[in-house]
């Protein structure tokens, strides 16, 4: 459909004639999309009614009727309507979207990227609640698709959070252990472990509640809150520990069901007949069943589990109101559940089956002649003494054997040998439900830990004991697992999760900032004062021996709580059963869609695959997955083994949550303005300890086993996830954390023991933007072995505004090579006219505060002889000398591209040190740190030092090895001898050759700036003979001086070079305007012959063979002499070196040398296969003492 585009103009309604008040409203009947100056699109949910019914409005309103036409037309164009008024002038050309808002006309250039307030506003109240994924709602969001007309959240904090959450936190322990946690533990600790395990999840709560207000928190609930709070690696570690306490809270959940299913409700059911394995097994096929068609049925459709969550909330709480009202009713009338003891021992009721708690019964005989199987048994409850006579009755009494007899004797007759203890103690009889009234609370307020295989037994009973231990063939009630306060507590948490329902569902409320924390908390509240009472209750009302009986062994199977509800056991029964299989059904519901927003939001990459589903975005592959897991918790198949494992996982999940809060709070991050303002960050502290505390607690091993899987994920995240900026708190501790450490690293320079290289490496790119010289970062990776601060960095030559595009280029092409060779550091690009003066800046404003670097790495111009351009070892000694002003060390590679790289390690041979002059040390850091890099980890060190005439070159030796030892260096030292010799034949040539060639080069830049000068009239075609002498005078000393001098092994890349002179001096030349003509000029015989006159300097033969037979300066001729004995020495000592470290001598103080001093460099280090020259920065870098 043709989408109708609006140009709104600030023209008043009552000016249009035939728009008036009854007019329809233009903007409510549009159909696609209404267009705004903001240059934003906003849909509109309601359809064009007809074609015909707009059309006929958007005529009304341009004309109003026929006699009016001039006021504004109707342009049809491209399928599009287009409303041109005649109120705004257009003879421009320009299209009518420019002039939509002239109020904001200063701002219309900005709109694509800064939009209007107006138009923001009407996006966010359009903002709908996705599914938390791969995509953020503004990309999801397609704005040429016509939306449905969404439905308005409606639930509110009762029915939209506080019934959920009572339906997850209300769950199978509540019926199935607390009764036994009870009895186990006693009144006062199992308060105790209530109390603990609510505080946690009310703290929890509190902290959820302010990060949950503190913005929109799409599904996914803790994970999103987590992920958004601590960061992709935290969130993603702890959405999946999440995830896995949710996936075997399921497995708990269907693992109760059928506890109860075979205990309580169909015991025939049993596959496997007897105790112990054969129950674990019954339990694990029963398991699986039930998961395979829970998981059927929530693949089908979740509408299904909707429909019964509110029955199986209904069921629990029926079962809750029915134990209260069971309790008030024992006060009056106790329920009649008896429970036969044997001494103080509690007989299992299953082998009471003629219901004689008594050693012997009286059998009255009618008919003497009958056989004993027709006689009747009267029943004499809660007596064990001899035959009692009815004299009304006249047929004989017989004292025969009850059936329990058999269980501790070795036969049915009176004088059969019986177990000790059995014939020292005699059968009762008690009440296991004394009442609300009877006062048993007082016997239940202590602790009654039991080991496995020990018996029940009620303390108040006198027995008489007997050394003989229980033997498990006696019909006993044994205990099961060993107990202990910790195991308690591990089993009773997960009966307190639960309380993330509320925070899921947060699209689906009207004021989730409202309802989340009201409805959280007063579930939780709720729940809390349900436990709380529930323990004093069941202490209160049920005997101890019976609470201690897990599975309800002493009241002929029923279940303990059952015992006490009314109006009867079922009630709980099948309530605990039906909720039990709802929960069950809500976590395998629940899980599958936790994986699938944390696949979808593509930070764990082997987890993507679980990110698809079915066409209506069900979680398909998630639920297999999730089934899979679960069926690993039913295959342990006891309830008492699953519960630790969730608890530890729900644990961590709680204790990052209150971290989260806590982190935020103390951080202040601007964005932190949470609508919950209950919240202190004390609380979330004291939560998270409490987290921590429970986990170790409950099972220190399973809390270190969540642990490393947390850490293994996160660390998996951390180097293979995708990158994430959320906005995390992780980030804000990070910088506050960099704030804080630069704050103290300002307060004094380091320590001589804390100096480390902190490099900043120049690197020079080329036209197309890459790194001429990528083994530089090579050396610079070896030389920190990962480690440190590193800057490096860049000069573009250009003006800022311009080359911005061309900067983040380089930058790019930086990171993208400081990944490849792994180094970790930093990029910095500068924009500056001249490369000279960026390279300054650089070395000026790099790093902050106490991490600016103190070394710069830079690559030696090698071709600085061949190029006309002066500039390329002028930047060069201009950085070494910015360098020294700036007291920073100086590495200069030479050869660089002969440098090993980071996959070829050096198997032999040595690294030379030559020691000529002491700069603070530098020298000797310098191997032992390659040494550390497995580059150059096998190679040896040699230290060599120079002596001259008057040293004692042994004494030298001596007190170097001592120097060494207490560095902790190890190295090979030698002393080499210089003895004084005259100044050779070669050297006086070399400096020869040298000023004749700084001469000759100098007369060139001066005939081309006075060429310049006069015109540029010295083109090939007006100055011929000049310029052809001076250009074959040049290379007759350039090949003069190449035959002379040794060539070095290897090349490197020019360094930067600077055009920027000449231009200037263009410029200023002859002005602004005339740097872009030339000036013809015509050349007379005067005219020639008086410019030749003028520069008779250099520019005739004679000048020339005049300079040819200078004589060279003598401190230069020193300084040469010095360079070539050096190189000599050094090259018949370290010609097999691996890399030689040597000494840089500082430039010339007088500019006018500077060519001079890349002749004594390029003499130093000539013959050398790899050089690293080292210029310190002024202060000591090593140090004996420790």
Known sequence: MASVRFTVTPTKAEDLPGLTDTSPDISSRSGARVRFGSRESVNRSDPLSETSGGGTTAATAAGGGADTPEHSSIEQGDGNSKISSVYINNTHGVDDDDFYDRNLALFEEEMDTRPKVSSLLSRL?????????????????????????????????????????????????????????????????????????????????????????????????????????????????????????????????????????????????????????????????????????????????????????????????????SIYIGALVSAFKEPHFPVCMLGNRTINGHDVADNQCRKTVLVQIKDTAEAPDTNFTTVFENSTVGPTFFPTLTPAVVEKTSYLWKHFCQGQELNASCDEYFNANNFSEISGIPGLASGIISENLWSSYLSKGDVVEKGSLSSSHVSHPASTQQPYV?????????????????????IMAGSNRSGDLKDAQRSIPIGTILAILTTSIVYLSSVVLFGACIDGVVLRDKFGDSVKGNLVVGTLAWPSPWVIVIGSFFSTCGAGLQSLTGAPRLLQAIAKDNIIPFLRVFGHGKANGEPTWALLLTALIAELGILIASLDLVAPILTMFFLMCYLFVNLACALQTLLRTPNWRPRFSYYHWTLSFLGMTIC????????????????????????YIEYHGAEKEWGDGIRGLSLSAARYALLRLEEGPPHTKNWRPQLLVLLKLDEDAHVKSPRLLTFASQLKAGKGLTIVGTVVSGNFLQSYGEALAAEQTLKHLMDKERVKGFCQCIIAQKPREGISHMIQSSGLGGMKPNTVVMGWPHAWRQSEDPQSWKTFINTVRVTTAAHLALLVPKNISLFPSNSEPCTEGYIDVWWIVHDGGMLMLLPFLLRQHKVWRKCGMRIFTVAQMEDNSIQMKKDLATFLYHLRIEADVEVVEMHDSDISAYTYERTLMMEQRSQMLRQMRLSKSDREREGNPGSSSSRPEAGGATRSQAQLVKDRNSMLRLTSIGSDDDDDTDGGERDRAVSSGGGSSEHHRRVQM????????????????????????????????????????????????????????????????????????????????????????RVLLVRGGGSEVITIYS
């Not at 099961?480 to 639960?498: A, Q, R």
């Not at 429970?694 to 996160?714: H, N, Q, R």
């Not at 005739?1100 to 040469?1120: A, K, Y």
Request: with cysteine; proline share 4%.
């Open 125 to 321: 109240a359009n903002y709908t609640n996705l599914t938390q994924g791969a995509k953020e709602h503004e990309e999801a969001e397609s704005i040429g698709e016509k939306k449905k007309a969404s439905k308005s959240p409606q639930m509110g904090t009762f029915m939209g959070v506080y019934l959920p959450c009572l339906q997850n936190i209300f769950g199978v322990i509540l019926f199935l252990r607390l009764t036994w946690v009870v009895g186990t533990a006693g009144i006062l600790q199992a308060l105790s472990i209530v109390f603990i395990c609510c505080c946690c999840t009310l703290l929890t709560a509190i902290s959820m509640s302010a990060i949950a207000t503190n913005g929109v928190v799409p599904a996914g609930g803790s994970y999103f809150m987590i992920s958004r709070s601590l960061g992709p690696e935290f969130g993603g570690a702890v959405g999946l520990c999440f995830y896995l306490g949710t996936t075997f809270a399921g497995a708990m959940y269907i693992l109760g069901a059928i506890e109860i299913l075979l205990m309580y409700i169909a015991p025939k059911a049993a596959i496997f007949e007897g105790e112990g394995a054969a129950m674990l097994n019954n339990m694990r096929v029963y398991g699986t069943i039930c998961l395979l068609l829970m998981s059927l049925l929530v693949f089908v459709g979740v509408k299904y589990v909707n429909k019964l969550a509110s029955i199986f909330l209904a069921c629990v709480i029926v079962s809750i109101v």
């Open 1082 to 1169: 015509t050349w007379t015989k005067e005219k020639t012959s008086q410019y030749r006159a003028t520069h008779s300097g250099c520019s005739t033969p004679e000048g020339f063979r005049d300079m040819l037979s200078i004589r060279p300066d003598h401190s230069n001729v020193r300084r040469m002499h010095t360079a070539v004995k050096l190189n000599e020495v050094i090259v018949n000592k370290s010609h097999d070196a691996r890399l030689v470290l040597l000494n840089m001598p500082g430039p010339p103080r007088n500019p006018d040398g500077d060519e001079n001093y890349m002749e004594f460099l390029e003499v130093l280090t000539e013959g050398l296969e």
């Open 692 to 715: 921590l505390a429970l986990m170790f607690i409950s099972s220190w091993y399973y809390a270190i086993v969540a642990m490393v899987i947390a850490g293994m994920i996160y660390k």
């Open 478 to 498: 044994f205990a099961d697992i060993t107990t202990s306060f910790t195991l308690l507590v591990g089993i009773f948490f997960p009966s307190v999760t639960g």
